[in-house]
C-alpha cells in the first residue's frame, strides 16, 4: 500500500527522492511543500503519520504530512522553521529535489471516531498533522456526528490554512473556533489559551472523541480540561514529539517509558501514556 | 550460525561428527586455523593497553595466556595467572557488538546531479564471515537480545542481519568470575546454554591443560570433526560442570530482579535519583560498554565542493543532551532524568519493548564508570526505601 514500502523494507534508512512541485508559504515562519516523488511513485498514508525529509548535505527530520490521504500523486508537508534543516529546507524553490523516507508511525483514529461527536484542538503548527483527519472528516461528514475545531496561534499572522479554515467555518456542519494569544486591530475573534475554548465547545461528553496536537504543555491543559468536562481518557488522542533519528525503532531517541513514539506513536490513545504525562523530564 | 533465539537448547547431534569431544590447548591453533582456512575471520581476546579486548585474533599464540582481569567499580587491572588459562579473565571493555553493529557506519552517500537535484546511492555491504572466539554466556544473551532489537522488530537492520547470518560462535563457560559480575543474579549465565555453534569449557590444573568442546549447531559440529578430539567422558562433563558451578558460587555481586520493572517506574520521583545524579559525570562510558545499549546517532556530511554527501550512523548515549533534544530544548536536562532513564530503560522499559530485561549482569558499566557508580547498589538502595506500595496509577493526577 505505502509507497517506499519496498524500499523502506531492504533499506528502512536510505531515503528516495522528491522534486518540489510547489511551494507555498503559509505565515510568515511557515510553508507548505507539495512532493512529488521520483518516478511518479503514488504516496499513500493514513492521517498522523509523518516523513523523514532529508535536506542534501545539512540533515534529516520528521514532519508529519498535512495533505489529503485520498490524494497519491503528490506528497505535502507542512513545516515551521525553527532551525537547522527546517531552514535550509525553506530555502529550497521549486524544482529542488529533497531524500523522502516513509510513512512511518501511528494513525488518528478516524475510523473509530465513526457515529461519535468529533473534537480536534491544534496549537500552532499542531494543526498540520491535523489537517488529513479535516480531509478525512469533511469527505465523510456523514460517518460523524457533530464536528468541531478548536485552533489556538499565537497571533492572527500565525494561523495556518486560513482558506481553508474559512471554508470549513462556512459549513453548517461544522464548528470552527480560533483564539490567538494577542491580537491585532483587524482581530474580532477569541484571545486567550485555548484551553478556554474547551468548557464552550459543542460536543457530548458521553460520546465525543477529541483529537489533540500541538505543544506538549499545550496538550497537557487540553487534556485536563477534557478530562474536567468527563471526556475519558481513552476517547483522547495526542501526537507526541521527541527527537528522532531514525524512525523505525531503532536508534532510541524517541522513547517515552515503554514506547518508541516514532512506531508505536506519534498518535497515542491518551490511556496508554498517561501515568508519564505529567512526570517532568521523562 | 542462525539467531539464537530460534534454536533449541539441546545440542544437535550430527552424523559423523560429536555432540561432545575433548581437546588439548594445542588444538587451540588448528581450531583458529581451520575457521580462518573456511573464510572466517577470527575474533577473540587479546591484551591491549592493558586491557583485554576483542579483536583479529591469528594464531592462539595472541591470546592472553596467563592473564586473569581484577575488576571491581571504576578499577580494571590485569594481574598474571599462576596457570596458562587462555580463558581465564572475564569481560573487558569492549563486547561483541562492536562487530554486529558497528560504533560507525555509513548508511548512503548522495550525489549532487545539476541544480537542487540529487541521487542517492545506497550502501552495499557484503558481510565478511567472522568467527567470535570466547563469547562468555552473558555476552551471548546479550546477543540475543540485540537480535530481538536488531531482527525481530517491524523493521530489520538489514546490515546488523547479514553481519549476524556470517557469524560463527565459539562460547567459552566462565571459570573466573569478576567482583564485577552478577550475571547469575540476571540468568543468564556463568553456564552457556543456547546461542553457540561451539562451547568451550577450560580445564587446567597440574595434570591437564584440555577444553571439553560441546556443539550447539552443525556448523559448530562440522567444525569439532576437523579437531584431534576424544570422546567426553561423564567424568570430563562432571568436572566441567563444577568448574561453572564455582564460578556461580565465587559471584559477589547480585541484582534482586523480583518486580523490579514496577519498582523502578513506580518510584521515577524517588530522592534516590537525584543522589545517584550528583555522583554520575554523564561521561556515556556506561552505555558504551554495555552489550545490549543500541542508541545510535546521525550525522550528515558533505566534501568541500558540496557535490557529494553522506549519512553516516554512529553510537550513541541517553546520558548526552543532545539525545532528547527537541526544539526548544532537551527533554532530559538534568542528570537525575538521564541516569533515570538509562536505568528505567535497561531494567524496566526494555522489559515492555522487547520482553525481556536490557541488562545481563555482565558488570562493565561497573568497572568503567569512572566513579564507580554500581546499577545493582542503586536497585538495592531504591528498594531499601520505596514506598511499599508502588503504585503506577497514582502517577496521574486527573
Ligand atoms: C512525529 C513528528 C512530526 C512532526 N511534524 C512536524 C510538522 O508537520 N511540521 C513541523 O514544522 N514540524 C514537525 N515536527 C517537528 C520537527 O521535526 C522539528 O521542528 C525539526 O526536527 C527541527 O529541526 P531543525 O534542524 O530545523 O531544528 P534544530 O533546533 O536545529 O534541531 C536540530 C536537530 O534536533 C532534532 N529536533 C529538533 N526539534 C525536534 C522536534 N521537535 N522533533 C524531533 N526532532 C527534533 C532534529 O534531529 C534536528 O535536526 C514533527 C516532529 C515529530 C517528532
Ligand atoms: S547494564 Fe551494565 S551490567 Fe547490565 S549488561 Fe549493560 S554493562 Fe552489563
Ligand atoms: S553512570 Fe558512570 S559511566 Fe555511566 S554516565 Fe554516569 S559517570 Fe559515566
Ligand atoms: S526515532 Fe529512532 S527509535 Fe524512534
Known amino acids: ?282 | 550460525m542462525e539467531a539464537s533465539a530460534q534454536q533449541e537448547e539441546k545440542p544437535v547431534a550430527v552424523e559423523g561428527g560429536l555432540r561432545t569431544g575433548m581437546i588439548n590447548a594445542t588444538e587451540m591453533q588448528r581450531l583458529i586455523d581451520v575457521l580462518r582456512k573456511e573464510g572466517y575471520q577470527v575474533l577473540g581476546p587479546l591484551l591491549r593497553d592493558g586491557a583485554i579486548v576483542y579483536d583479529e585474533v591469528e594464531a592462539a599464540g595472541d591470546l592472553p595466556a596467563g592473564w586473569m582481569d581484577e575488576q571491581e567499580g571504576g578499577v580494571y587491572h590485569l594481574k598474571r595467572r599462576d596457570d596458562d588459562a587462555l580463558f581465564g579473565f572475564a569481560v573487558g571493555p569492549h563486547s561483541w557488538k562492536r562487530y554486529l553493529f558497528p560504533p560507525m557506519r555509513r548508511l548512503w552517500q548522495a550525489e549532487r546531479k545539476g541544480k537542487g537535484k540529487f541521487r542517492v546511492i545506497p550502501e552495499e555491504e557484503t558481510p565478511q564471515r567472522r568467527a567470535f572466539l570466547g563469547v562468555r554466556a552473558c555476552e551471548l544473551a546479550a546477543i540475543a537480545i540485540q537480535d530481538r532489537i536488531f531482527m525481530q522488530g517491524p523493521y530489520v537492520d538489514p546490515v546488523y542481519a547479514a553481519r549476524r547470518q556470517n557469524t560463527v560462535i565459539v562460547a567459552v563457560n566462565c571459570g573466573h568470575a569478576a567482583a564485577t559480575c552478577f550475571c547469575a543474579s540476571m540468568d543468564t549465565g556463568p553456564q552457556v546454554r543456547q546461542g553457540f555453534d561451539l562451547a568451550l569449557t577450560e580445564i587446567v590444573d597440574a595434570e591437564r591443560h584440555v577444553f571439553l568442546v560441546e556443539t550447539g549447531t552443525e556448523t559448530g559440529a562440522a567444525l569439532l570433526a576437523k579437531l584431534e578430539a576424544r570422546p567426553a567422558t561423564n567424568d570430563d562433563l562432571a568436572e566441567a560442570r563444577r568448574i561453572v558451578e564455582r564460578t556461580a558460587e565465587s559471584m559477589q555481586r547480585s541484582l534482586d530482579t523480583t518486580d523490579v520493572h514496577d519498582l523502578l517506574l513506580g518510584n521515577l520521583d524517588h530522592p534516590r535519583w537525584d543522589e545517584v545524579a550528583d555522583r554520575c559525570l554523564a561521561c556515556t562510558n556506561c552505555t558504551m560498554v554495555c552489550p545490549t545499549c543500541f542508541c545510535s546517532t546521525v550525522e550528515d556530511l558533505t566534501d568541500l565542493s558540496g557535490k557529494t554527501a553522506e549519512r553516516v550512523q554512529l553510537w550513541d548515549s541517553c546520558f548526552s543532551m543532545q539525545y532528547s533534544y527537541i526544539h526548544g530544548g532537551s527533554v532530559r536536562m538534568s542528570g537525575m532524568a538521564r541516569y533515570r532513564q538509562w536505568l528505567t530503560h535497561k531494567l524496566a522499559s526494555w522489559i515492555d519493548q522487547f520482553g525481556t530485561s536490557g541488562c545481563v549482569g555482565c558488570g562493565r558499566c561497573i568497572t568503567w564508570c569512572p566513579v564507580g557508580i554500581d546499577l545493582t547498589e542503586e536497585v538495592r538502595a531504591i528498594r531499601a526505601t520505596a514506598p511499599p506500595a508502588p503504585a503506577l496509577e497514582d502517577e496521574s493526577e486527573y
Not at chain 1, 72 to 77: A, E, F, M
Not at chain 1, 85 to 92: D, E, H, K, N, S
Not at chain 1, 160 to 169: A, M, T
Not at chain 1, 175 to 202: K, M, Q, S, Y
Open chain 1, 1 to 282: 500500500m505505502f509507497m517506499t514500502n519496498g524500499q523502506v523494507a531492504a533499506r528502512p534508512m536510505t531515503p528516495v527522492v522528491g522534486r518540489i512541485r510547489r511551494r507555498r508559504r503559509e505565515t510568515q515562519d511557515t510553508f507548505t511543500l507539495e512532493i512529488e516523488l521520483e518516478k511518479k511513485r503514488r504516496f499513500s498514508f493514513a492521517p498522523g503519520q509523518f516523513n523523514m525529509l532529508y535536506v542534501f548535505g545539512v540533515g534529516e527530520v520528521p514532519i508529519s504530512i498535512s495533505g489529503d490521504p485520498a490524494e497519491s500523486d503528490v506528497v505535502r508537508h507542512t513545516t515551521r522553521e525553527v532551525g537547522v534543516v527546517t531552514g535550509a529546507m525553506r530555502g529550497l524553490k521549486e524544482g529542488d529535489y529533497l531524500g523522502i523516507r516513509g510513512p512511518f508511525g501511528s494513525a488518528w483514529p478516524v475510523e473509530e471516531a465513526e457515529g461519535r461527536d468529533v473534537v480536534v484542538i491544534a496549537g500552532g503548527i499542531g494543526l498540520a498533522p491535523l489537517r488529513p483527519v479535516l480531509y478525512h472528516l469533511m469527505d465523510h461528514r456523514e460517518r460523524y456526528n457533530r464536528v468541531t475545531i478548536l485552533y489556538g496561534a499565537r497571533t492572527p499572522e500565525d494561523i495556518l490554512y486560513k482558506q481553508e479554515l474559512g471554508r470549513w467555518s462556512a459549513r453548517l456542519d461544522v464548528e470552527v473556533f480560533a483564539t490567538v494569544d494577542r491580537a491585532t486591530r483587524t482581530w474580532h475573534g477569541n484571545v486567550g489559551v485555548i484551553t478556554t475554548l474547551i468548557p464552550r465547545a459543542p460536543f457530548d461528553p458521553k460520546n465525543a472523541l477529541a483529537m489533540v496536537c500541538g505543544p506538549e504543555i499545550m496538550m497537557h491543559f487540553c487534556v485536563r480540561e477534557l478530562h474536567r468536562r468527563g471526556v475519558t481518557s481513552d476517547r483522547i488522542f495526542v501526537s507526541m514529539e521527541r527527537n528522532m533519528q531514525c524512525a523505525i525503532g531503532l536508534c532510541g531517541h524517541c522513547q517515552y517509558g515503554p514506547h518508541f513514539v516514532c512506531k508505536d506513536g506519534p498518535v497515542f490513545r491518551f490511556d496508554q501514556i498517561e501515568e508519564f504525562f505529567s512526570v517532568r523530564e521523562f
